[in-house]
C-alpha cells in the first residue's frame, strides 16, 4: 500500500554548505547563533571550496610571504572537487559524497548563496528532474529585457553552456523566437542546479576537460627584496576559477526548467 508523504514524520533533509577558508569560522558560528535554522546539528555539513595559486599579470607565482604562496579560492565551480575530499583530518574517510550516500541520498538540489529568493528543494523543479530522468538540471528565470546583465543557457553546437551577456551582440540579444514571441536567449542563469548522486561521482572525469576561468584582482602580496606587504589599488593579478556551470558541455541528460 502507498504510503501518504504527510504521514512521514521522519524525515529529514540535511544542508551541505560551502564555505572558504576565510568564511568558515564565521559562518558556522552564524549557524549556530541562529540555532542551525531549526535543523538538527546533525544535519548541518560544513566543508570547504579548494584554493589555486594566485598568479601575476605575467603568469608568474605571487607570494602572500618569502615563504608561502598566495591562493584564492577555486570559484563555485571547485564544488565537484570540495565534495570528494574528506570533511575533517579526523574523518578521513568521509565526503560529502559517502555521507550523502550513508544517507540513502539519491538527488540533491544546489544553489548558489546570491540566490535570497531560492524556493529550497523545489518539489515542482525536483520532480520535473526526476521525471525526465535527468542527470543534472537547471532552473533558469525568464529573461524579460533584452539589455539585461546576466548569462544565459543556450546551445553552442551541440553542447548546453551558459552564454555570458558580454558575448552576446547586441543583435543577438534582442533576437526574437517567432514561434514564441519572446526573446530567442531568455533562459537567465541563476545557478539553481539538480544533480543525481551517479552524476556526481562522474565528475572527476569530467574536470580534466574544463578549461579554468581568470579574473583580474587587486591580490595582496610582497615585495620580494624586502618582505614589506604589498596591497595593490589598481588590479595586479590573476585568480583561476571554474564555474559550477561548466560541467554542462559534458552532460547528456540536462533537464532545463524555465520560471517567471
Request: aromatic share 10%.
Amino acid at each position: 500500500m502507498a504510503t501518504d508523504v504527510r504521514d512521514v514524520k521522519d524525515a529529514r533533509i540535511p544542508w551541505y554548505v560551502m564555505t572558504s577558508g576565510p568564511t568558515r569560522r564565521e559562518t558556522e558560528k552564524f549557524f549556530e547563533d541562529k540555532s542551525w535554522f531549526g535543523l538538527d546539528k546533525k544535519d548541518v555539513i560544513f566543508f570547504d571550496q579548494g584554493v589555486l595559486p594566485a598568479l601575476s599579470n605575467d603568469g608568474k607565482l605571487l607570494m602572500s610571504s618569502k615563504s608561502s604562496v598566495s591562493v584564492a579560492p577555486d570559484g563555485n565551480g571547485g564544488l565537484y572537487a570540495a565534495i570528494r575530499q574528506p570533511l575533517s583530518s579526523a574523518r578521513q574517510d568521509v565526503s560529502v559524497l559517502t555521507d550523502m550516500r550513508s544517507r540513502g541520498i539519491r538527488y540533491v538540489h544546489a544553489y548558489c548563496v546570491d540566490n535570497c529568493l531560492v524556493r529550497i528543494a523545489d518539489p515542482v523543479f525536483l520532480g520535473y528532474c526526476i521525471e525526465k530522468q535527468a542527470a543534472c538540471g537547471v532552473k533558469v528565470v525568464k529573461k524579460l529585457d533584452a539589455q539585461e546583465s546576466v548569462g544565459v543557457l543556450a546551445l553552442k553546437g551541440d553542447a548546453y553552456s551558459i552564454v555570458e551577456y558580454s558575448e552576446l551582440s547586441e543583435d543577438k540579444a534582442a533576437a526574437i523566437d517567432e514561434s514564441t514571441g519572446e526573446l530567442a536567449f531568455r533562459a537567465a542563469n541563476i545557478v539553481n542546479h539538480f544533480y543525481t548522486i551517479d552524476f556526481l561521482d562522474s565528475v572527476e572525469a569530467m574536470e580534466s576537460k574544463m578549461a579554468f576561468h581568470i579574473a583580474r584582482k587587486k591580490i595582496p602580496t610582497i615585495d620580494m627584496s624586502s618582505g614589506e606587504p604589498l596591497k595593490p589599488t589598481e588590479p595586479n593579478g590573476m585568480k583561476l576559477e571554474l564555474f559550477v556551470f561548466d560541467v554542462f558541455p559534458f552532460t547528456t541528460q540536462l533537464a532545463i526548467l524555465e520560471v517567471l
